[in-house]
């Protein structure tokens, strides 16, 4: 009813506006739209001492939907600490219209988080715990696997591009700059610029960008109860992955060749020198004949699609190569840039000259730094680091062979030996064959066999009542 006209009619309320999420800065395309470290994260606990003095409760995200980086909101509330059987309860903290759960992005993941961590560390009746002194890890297992286990949101952002204002709401970054109209304490703009460089603390960062190159190959299959299959797979991703590597090789000879240098593999460790010179040797076979101008070109012909096929191989194995196709992609982009720098050197050359420039060597410039523009966007990268990449091309003075190309066959080959050194502890003491005890016989393999155990059946003597035959 309205109480103002009297009119009963059914009146529907005026539409609510939808609140704009303070994350959404408008550069949502200038970062990964997934998160690249976390499948996890959470926030401080704390405990109301208005309804029950020994509980504590927090909010955390979780990866629910890892193709499309679909995140659920938790709510945990664990009861009765000091009872031996209390009460942990579990709650979907962000539904939909219906009151079913709603799985939200990375970044509006961090935007609830920080929204309900906020209020709840505001709030007079609320205080934060000493969770990890009160409430042991080894003594506690579930708080240990919703709580220890996860890393703080404001980490996990940070680290994946996110920043905080002095209201605690999260704006993105590119490349260490914020890009937001808000105030921002100082104390957190540093945490968010050197988020990355402090990362290599966390385990599940340092697991991909470190030491653990080749980890996910061996997850599965180094475990002391491996099948044949399982070894016999591990070889046939070596074979794949050494492939690969070796075309790197051939990829950074190239590279060598167009900066007109010949260091061979003096930059590269993680391997003895006996095992280098065959390395190095495999990677000459693989490298196309070439000059000091053709080098790039072919390299993109030739040698990157070798690189493409042995990752397709090893995907087709159950290996996780998406860090792998990661770093062939930016060999491509390296080498078009490569390609593009080498031409505007003819080019300068043409201008200078009374007969001017040529036409097709202006339109192959074009081309080459397209194409890397367009290979660089699809690797998440900002206008920002291709505008310094096109300043790659025309300075004079750049370094020829970036450090990153013979880093990645040092931390391939250090992880390699790393990894099987592993493996084979792991499987130390569990091959050993077992023998059959003698009284065990083998299948029967035909019908003489067969007649012959009868024979022996029949002759031994019956047990007597009462006892085990």
Do not use: C
């Amino acid at each position: 009813m309205n109480w103002f006209t009297g009119n009963k009619k059914d009146e529907k309320p005026a539409p609510r506006e939808r609140e704009a999420e303070s994350w959404n800065d408008g550069l949502s395309t200038a970062l990964p739209a997934k998160a690249q470290f976390f499948d996890s994260m959470r926030t401080d606990a704390y405990q109301n001492l208005n309804l029950v003095e020994n509980h504590i409760e927090f909010w955390a995200a979780l990866r629910v939907d890892p193709a499309e980086d679909k995140w659920r909101v938790m709510h945990y509330m664990i009861f009765s600490l000091d009872r031996e059987d209390g009460k942990f309860v579990a709650e979907v903290h962000v539904k939909d219209s219906n009151g079913k759960p709603k799985d939200v992005t990375f970044a509006e993941a961090v935007s609830h988080l920080a929204r309900t961590d906020y209020v709840a560390s505001n709030l007079n009746d609320r205080a934060a715990e000493e969770v990890d002194a009160k409430y042991p890890a080894d003594k506690y297992p579930e708080i240990k696997a919703h709580y220890h286990d996860l890393e703080h949101y404001k980490g996990v952002a940070n680290i994946e591009g996110i920043a905080f204002n002095e209201h605690n709401e999260p704006y993105r970054r590119v490349e260490g700059k914020i890009f937001a109209d808000a105030t921002f304490q100082r104390s957190e703009v540093v945490k968010s610029i050197l988020a990355v460089d402090g990362a290599r603390d966390v385990p599940q960062v340092k697991a991909k960008i470190e030491g653990g190159i080749l980890s996910d190959i061996f997850t599965s299959h180094a475990d002391k109860g491996a099948s044949l299959d399982q070894l016999l797979n591990i070889g046939k991703v070596l074979i794949a992955m050494d492939q690969f590597a070796v075309q790197v090789g051939a990829a950074y000879l190239a590279a060598q060749v167009a900066a007109g240098k010949d260091d061979g593999f003096e930059r590269i460790e993680g391997l003895k020198p006996a095992e280098k010179k065959k390395i190095l040797e495999q990677a000459r076979a693989a490298l196309p004949s070439m000059s000091e101008e053709t080098a790039a070109k072919k390299a993109l012909r030739d040698i990157i699609p070798e690189m493409n096929e042995q990752l397709s191989q090893a995907e087709a194995l159950g290996v996780h190569v998406e860090p792998f196709q990661k770093f062939a992609a930016e060999m491509e982009l390296y080498f078009n840039l490569v390609h593009a720098s080498k031409n505007r050197s003819r080019l300068m050359q043409d201008v200078m000259s009374p007969s001017n420039a040529d036409g097709n060597t202006i339109t192959d410039i074009v081309r080459s730094v397209d194409q890397a523009q367009k290979k660089f966007f699809d690797l998440g990268g900002s206008q920002e680091q291709m505008d310094k990449l096109k300043a790659w091309v025309v300075s004079p003075s750049k370094d020829q062979i970036p450090g990153w190309v013979p880093g990645f066959l040092t931390r391939y080959y250090t992880s390699r030996g790393k990894i099987m050194e592993k493996v084979q502890q792991r499987r130390a003491g569990a091959t050993q064959v077992k023998v059959l005890p003698a009284e065990v016989k083998p299948p029967i393999a035909d019908e003489h066999n067969e007649g012959a155990l009868r024979s022996q059946q029949a002759a031994k003597p019956k047990a007597a009542p009462g006892q085990n035959p």
